[in-house]
Structure formats: structure tokens, C-alpha cells
């Protein structure tokens, strides 16, 4: 009986299971309530698209990606992959990078905790680039082609400035003091991303790229990354917590 | 704003957790958190969705712990599929086991009805049939629950819009006895109890004289709405979206006259109105409680 039932559940074209109709009831809460958990974590996406063009996405999202965990803020997923490759949007590949970054606002605000590094002197700021260090747990990057973060906040923040036409944006969303945030990474920062996406010091950084960017440049762009606690202390992660 | 008064309390309930006071709760809507934590005499107690906060960390479990600490918490869980085809996921019991020993909780509930099949999850609380291989598989599943989770558990009765053909047992007949086999409680939702009989023609009373009310650890109220199905029959809906009507709180009194004071929690999950007029609900809720604990000492 569940076989079947769950099976009509998700395929609108499926006639009703009952003589009374009663069954659409469970069909239509089920597209309803994942839609607006979509709505819930796409804000920006359901702006730039409008609203009933949102509604239909989503619902044919929903059929074709049901839900595979019971946590509804994880739901949407694979959202931004479904965007990319769904033709009638191709000419906005934007619209993609907008939902990472979305997304990535969502499981960062539910990310695990870490203490981050303590910078308060030269002395400690020196020892930092000793301790093997890596992204915070909330930390996703989104590389895109378009103006993405900018295009993000002017969907969603009134006094954002208008998206450079033609600008690629490397965007940084993590977790600050507890509230999730969003900032444009520096040219720089891309090598020290990529260099702590897994643990490493930053010192081992440095004995690969001793030139370009400089030395200098790279330690005040890891200070500036460990004061805002993109990068942390590896050591300090509650084991077993960690997504 | 005090709870009625404990020592005119019906005893706790021998099998369920039990240790909700005896007094209102409020379903804790993210909107009315700040102004009820600001003031928790509000309330009694409070209820949560476990899903809700399954974080690994952050601002939610802070969240988590200044509600636990302010009020006895009830965690009310929607994604186990208590009823379903499929084994438990250990997954979700380790999640929902993290959750209990963080919050230390004075109730868990779960539902009487499947969520999961075959790796997907329908965000809803889908009917069972009532037949004896599915009492079976419930009992397997809320004993493995209840082990796992080291809590006796409470579990609720459902509000449905169909019924199987295959259903052999009579629907408090079938709960009464999970509880017994189980030794887990019940969660009365008046509201769900009001919905199933307007829309399967049950009669509330014969349904309440089949159940023993001291295994209700908690009993729920909340909205329904009206439509018409494809017969034009006037088929309701459990939608948690509009208040509390008048024949469920009519319900809920003579629930608590037969069965005595319990833990009431108002429900309340989607077109959230401002606090000021749950606490209303709330406060009809009181009334029927104070009501019924003078009549008991008299």
C-alpha cells in the first residue's frame, strides 16, 4: 500500500487513489510545504525569476528531487545544479551561482562551532602561521562567472549597489560572531582557500609560492581571514560535530 | 500568570514521560521567541520540532539552550515514520538522540502515521492501515525508538482524509494497544481527533471510551479548515493555520472533565498571527483547566 501511495504522491498526472478525491489533499500539502521550503531558502532566486515562474520550478523540482532527509532546511540541495541545467533558464547562468549562494547562507547558519583564532598582538599573529588551520565549518566559496554576491544583494538589501555588468565575483559565506555573512574575496584569498580546505599552515603555503603574490601580501590577507574567522585553528574542532 | 494549581493536578500518568506540568504550552513559532523568553510565565511549558534543531552548531542551538532553560520543553518530532514500511533510520534516532541529551526535554512525542518510503521523505504525516501486521511493526519500531532514545515516548493520534479498506482495527482500539505493549503514552490532539470523525463519520465519544485517558501524557489543540471534496462533501482539513475552533475547545473540555487536568499545548504552524492572540487561545485553554480543577475540588 505505502509503495503505491508514496508513488502517486509525487506523480500529479497519477489519477486520485480514492473515489473522492481525498488523496490530492496529501498530494497538494506535500508540493505546497516543499515548495515553500524553497521559497524559504531561494528568496533572491524567487525575485529574479518572479513568482509563479518560482512556483512552477520549484514543483518541478519537487517531482523530480523529492526530499531525502526529514531536516527541511537541507532540502534544495541540488537546487542550484537544477537551475544549471534546466534549457528555458540557460541564458541566466547567474541565476545558478545566486542559488550556491543561498544555499550555502542556509548550512551556514546551521554549521558546527570552532574557536577561531585569537590575533590580538604581532606576537600572535606570528604564531598563527604556525598552527595548522583550515575553513571554518560554516565557510562555503562561490567562484562565478557573473556578478553573483552583487547580484544577491540587490535583490534582497535596499540600499545595495547595482551588479557590474560583466564582473566575475569570488563570494565568502560563512558564519561571523553568529550571524551568517557574505563578503567578495580578495584576488589573493583564492590561493590561501584553496591551500586550507584542508589542514595545513600557512607556513607550508609559503615554501610552494615564495614570488607571486608576495609573501607580505599573503600573510596580511591570512591575518585579515583569521580575524574574521574564514580560517581557523584545526586543533579546536569538537570531534564527531564537524558537517 | 501561573499554572493551575499542581495539587488539584490529575496523578502523572503511569506510562508516559509525563513530567510536562499540568498547565498551557504554546508551539514555539521563531516570531513569538524573543517576547516569550523576555516573560515565560507566559506559558508553562513549550513545544519544539525536533527537525528544527538538528544543527551542528550555531545561533539555533543557543537558541535550543535559552528555551530549555526558560521552560519544561517538549520535543515534538515529525520525521521518524513511526509507521513506516522501512526499518527506522539510525541516522535520524542519533540526531533525535543528540537532541534529547542537549535539551534533557520533560516529554518526546512522534506520530502515528509514515513519512519515508524507499529513501524519500514526504515532509508529511501520511495514514496507516490499521491491520495487525502494522500494530506489529509500530510496536517493533517504538520499542527500538524508546531503547535507543532511553525516553518512554508519547505518540499521537493522526487527522486523516482517507481510510483503508484493509484497516481491521478501530483507530483508539489500535493506540491503546501500542501503549500497552509498548509502555510509551498518548498524545491526544483533540483537534486531529475532531477532524478524523467529522471526516470518517466516527463518533468522538465511542472513540474516547476506547482508550484509558491516564496513558495521555499531553493533549494538543489547534486550527482546521473546511473544503469540499470531489463529491462535495464538506471534508476538513488539519492545516495548524487558523485558530482554535469553538467545537474543538468544546472537546477538550469534556477531555480533561473525563480524564482530568493535563498538559495543553496550543498548536500553531503556519499564517502565524502576532503573539497577542495565541496567548488568547492560550488563555481559553486556562480557563477550561481552572474550571475543571474547582469541579474537582468540589
Not at chain 1, 590580538?120 to 602561521?129: K, M, T, V, Y
Request: negative net charge; hydrophobic residues 40%.
Amino acid at each position: 500500500m505505502q509503495a503505491s501511495f508514496a508513488h502517486a504522491l509525487l506523480d500529479p498526472e497519477l489519477p486520485s487513489v480514492d473515489e473522492h478525491g481525498r488523496f490530492n489533499v496529501y498530494r497538494n500539502n506535500l508540493r505546497i510545504t516543499l515548495r515553500n521550503a524553497l521559497r524559504t531558502t531561494f528568496p533572491a532566486v524567487e525575485k529574479l525569476v518572479g513568482e509563479d515562474y518560482f512556483s512552477a520550478l520549484a514543483l518541478l523540482y519537487v517531482e523530480r528531487h523529492p526530499p531525502r532527509s526529514p531536516i527541511m532546511t537541507e532540502y534544495g540541495h541540488d537546487f542550484a545544479a537544477f537551475l544549471s541545467t534546466f534549457s528555458p533558464l540557460s541564458d541566466y547562468p547567474y541565476l545558478t551561482d545566486v542559488a550556491r549562494i543561498e544555499l550555502a547562507r542556509v548550512q551556514a547558519y546551521h554549521a558546527a562551532d570552532t574557536d577561531n583564532f585569537r590575533i590580538d598582538s604581532e606576537a600572535s599573529a606570528i604564531a598563527a602561521l604556525d598552527i595548522p588551520a583550515m575553513l571554518h565549518p560554516s565557510v562555503t566559496v562561490v567562484v562565478s562567472e557573473n556578478p553573483a554576491l552583487s547580484i544577491w544583494r540587490s535583490q534582497l538589501e535596499p540600499d545595495a549597489a547595482p551588479p557590474i555588468p560583466d564582473a566575475t565575483e569570488t563570494a565568502i559565506i560563512w558564519r561571523q560572531d553568529n550571524l551568517v555573512t557574505e563578503m567578495l574575496a580578495h584576488a589573493d584569498d583564492q590561493l590561501l582557500l584553496q591551500h586550507f580546505a584542508q589542514s595545513q599552515t600557512f607556513a607550508a603555503l609559503i615554501s610552494e609560492y615564495p614570488d607571486d603574490p608576495s609573501a607580505e601580501t599573503l600573510i596580511a590577507r591570512f591575518i585579515n581571514l583569521a580575524i574574521a574567522g574564514i580560517i581557523v585553528p584545526t586543533h579546536t574542532t569538537i570531534e564527531g560535530e564537524m558537517k | 500568570m501561573s499554572g493551575v494549581h499542581p495539587t488539584l493536578s490529575a496523578p502523572i500518568p503511569p506510562t508516559g514521560p509525563g513530567r510536562l506540568p499540568p498547565g498551557v504550552g504554546i508551539g514555539l513559532k521563531r516570531a513569538h521567541c524573543e517576547a516569550l523568553l523576555a516573560d515565560p510565565s507566559l506559558v508553562d511549558f513549550v513545544e519544539i520540532h525536533a527537525e528544527n534543531f538538528m544543527s551542528a552548531g550555531g545561533p539555533n542551538l543557543i537558541l535550543l539552550d535559552r528555551i530549555a532553560e526558560a521552560w519544561p520543553l517538549s520535543i515534538h518530532g515529525v520525521g521518524l515514520s513511526i509507521g513506516g514500511k522501512e526499518r527506522l533510520d539510525r541516522e535520524h534516532l542519533q540526531r533525535l538522540r543528540r537532541l534529547i541529551d542537549r535539551s534533557s526535554p520533560a516529554s518526546f512525542s512522534e506520530h502515528l502515521a509514515w513519512s519515508s518510503h524507499d529513501g524519500v521523505y514526504f515532509n508529511d504525516l501520511l495514514p496507516v492501515v490499521y491491520d495487525t501486521p502494522t500494530l506489529n511493526r509500530v510496536i517493533a519500531n517504538i520499542n527500538e525508538a524508546q531503547d535507543f532514545l532511553g525516553v518512554r515516548m508519547l505518540l499521537e493520534n493522526p487527522s486523516t482524509y482517507v481510510a483503508f479498506s484493509a484497516s481491521s482495527w478501530h483507530e483508539a482500539e489500535f493506540l491503546q494497544q501500542i501503549a500497552q505493549s509498548t509502555g510509551c503514552g498518548l498524545l491526544l490532539d483533540v483537534n486531529n481527533l475532531y477532524v478524523s470523525c467529522h471526516n470518517h463519520d466516527w463518533s468522538a465519544q465511542d472513540w474516547l471510551s476506547h482508550i484509558a485517558l491516564d496513558l495521555v501524557g499531553e493533549v494538543h489543540v489547534a486550527g482546521h479548515e473546511a473544503i469540499q471534496d470531489a463529491e462535495g462533501q464538506t471534508l476538513l482539513i488539519d492545516s495548524h493555520g487558523d485558530p482554535v475552533g469553538e467545537p474543538v475547545f468544546e472537546l477538550l473540555e469534556h477531555v480533561i472533565s473525563r480524564g482530568g487536568i493535563r498538559p495543553v499545548l496550543v498548536e500553531r504552524d503556519n499564517d502565524i498571527p502576532p503573539l497577542s492572540e495565541l496567548l488568547r487561545e492560550t488563555d481559553q485553554v486556562r480557563q477550561i483547566l481552572e474550571r475543571a480543577a474547582c469541579t474537582a475540588v468540589l
